[in-house]
């Protein structure tokens, strides 16, 4: 039997993003992978392994065609915004066991520029087939149920409003240390609390911002590290979970599939979450931030509130930065953006993030992150424990 090989994130880029009018979603995928080729320093013929999500009829077909890939291996689990760490546990395991050498992942969308341009409207609904028929009459849309849960975080554990609202605050700090953030001006706990009421508890400032764009990660077996232009990065666990489709089937609103994934995924890399760094979480809405960071360990259940109120969360000064290039919140959300964590999440361990870059203590580079993507109404959960050299 082969021995598993170490798996390293060898390239990560980003498209153009934000107010993109004049690119399809395909542009946005292959100026996406085209970056993260050069980054890694890698030909593209090194790729025999490709994953993709949410674009096309038969996606990952469709989309490797467009790129010119004909790769021998492919993934296309499609479980919403935590899609692209599950399908990088699955491209992590595929190397380590032989069965590809370097697997491509990638995303790409125009989520604002189609609403803008009338080709889509805001997405209410996931469908009203299957068990969401039973919700959907009802007028649940796919904040409220977001909503929902944090109203019951509310109830449950004293969490306050004003507490969630800092996790806008902290994350539109941190945004404003990246040139590339969509909206970096600063913004107070009482402007987001007198924003437009979206879905009670959230205003506007607690939801995730709409734009375009597109990320790509390579990931590569460990004899190519040594071609490669940029330090490894390594995936050294991870984990996945699914919970519930419908909000009625969900035994806990206070408790996510982070709980599974981020404890699988610690064991699997064998650290602790007092060990890491920083941390890239999906944040669509502001209790996603605040929950997830419960899950993982980060702090006890109930205590998320407490736990981010004092600023932890920023790369200046944060005892345990968070979205460290400002998250959905600011920086850019085109619809899954789990991708967005990983390549945050390696830039960061690289050293390559100027103005935001986080610190430990004494100055040296951070050696250990992990991202977590949800997906669904935290019907699913990826998370990844990545390390630096």
Not at 16 to 25: F, I, L, Y
Not at 147 to 175: F, K, P, S
Not at 253 to 279: K, N, Y
């Amino acid at each position: 039997m082969m021995a598993r090989r170490k798996v390293a994130v060898a390239g990560v880029a980003l498209s153009d993003c934000g107010r993109v009018d004049d690119a399809t979603p395909y542009a946005l995928h292959a100026q996406a992978a085209r970056r993260a080729l050069a980054d890694a320093g890698l030909d593209r013929s090194v790729v025999d392994g490709f994953a993709s999500a949410g674009l096309g009829t038969l996606a990952p077909v469709e989309v490797a065609e467009y790129l010119g890939l004909r790769p021998t291996w492919v993934d296309s689990t499609s479980v919403g915004g935590s899609t692209w760490e599950v399908m990088a546990a699955h491209a992590a395991d595929a190397i380590a066991a032989g069965h590809a050498r370097a697997v491509l992942l990638v995303y790409g969308s125009t989520a604002r520029a189609d609403v803008k341009a009338g080709r889509r409207t805001g997405t209410l609904s996931f469908g009203t087939r299957g068990p969401l028929q039973f919700e959907v009459p009802y007028g649940h849309t796919l904040i409220a149920k977001y909503a929902m849960a944090a109203r019951r975080h509310m109830i449950e554990y004293g969490t306050t409003i004003e507490q969630l609202a800092q996790v806008a605050v902290q994350a539109r700090a941190n945004a404003a240390l990246n040139p590339e953030a969509m909206f970096r001006a600063p913004v107070t706990v009482d402007e987001v609390l007198t924003g437009p009421m979206i879905a009670d508890p959230f205003t506007k400032l607690h939801c995730c911002v709409r734009s375009d764009g597109g990320a790509a990660v390579l990931l590569v077996a460990q004899e190519y590290v040594r071609d490669c232009r940029t330090s490894p990065v390594w995936v050294l666990g991870s984990g996945e979970s699914v919970s519930h489709a419908a909000m009625s089937e969900w035994p806990d609103f206070t408790v996510t599939p982070a709980a599974v994934s981020g404890r699988l995924a610690f064991e699997r890399a064998g650290v602790r979450p007092s060990e890491i760094d920083f941390a890239e979480i999906y944040d669509a809405f502001t209790y996603m931030t605040l929950v997830t960071l419960e899950d993982l360990g980060f702090c006890e259940k109930g205590e998320g509130g407490a736990f981010v109120e004092k600023g932890r969360l920023r790369v200046e000064g944060g005892e345990l930065p968070v979205n460290t290039d400002g998250g959905g919140l600011s920086a850019q959300h085109p619809g899954m953006r789990g991708l967005f964590l990983l390549v945050e999440a390696v830039r960061q361990l690289r050293g390559e993030c100027g103005e935001r870059q986080v610190r430990r203590t004494g100055g040296s580079l951070p050696r250990l992150a992990v991202a977590s993507g949800t997906g669904g109404w935290f019907c699913s959960s990826g998370t990844v424990v990545l390390g630096a050299e």
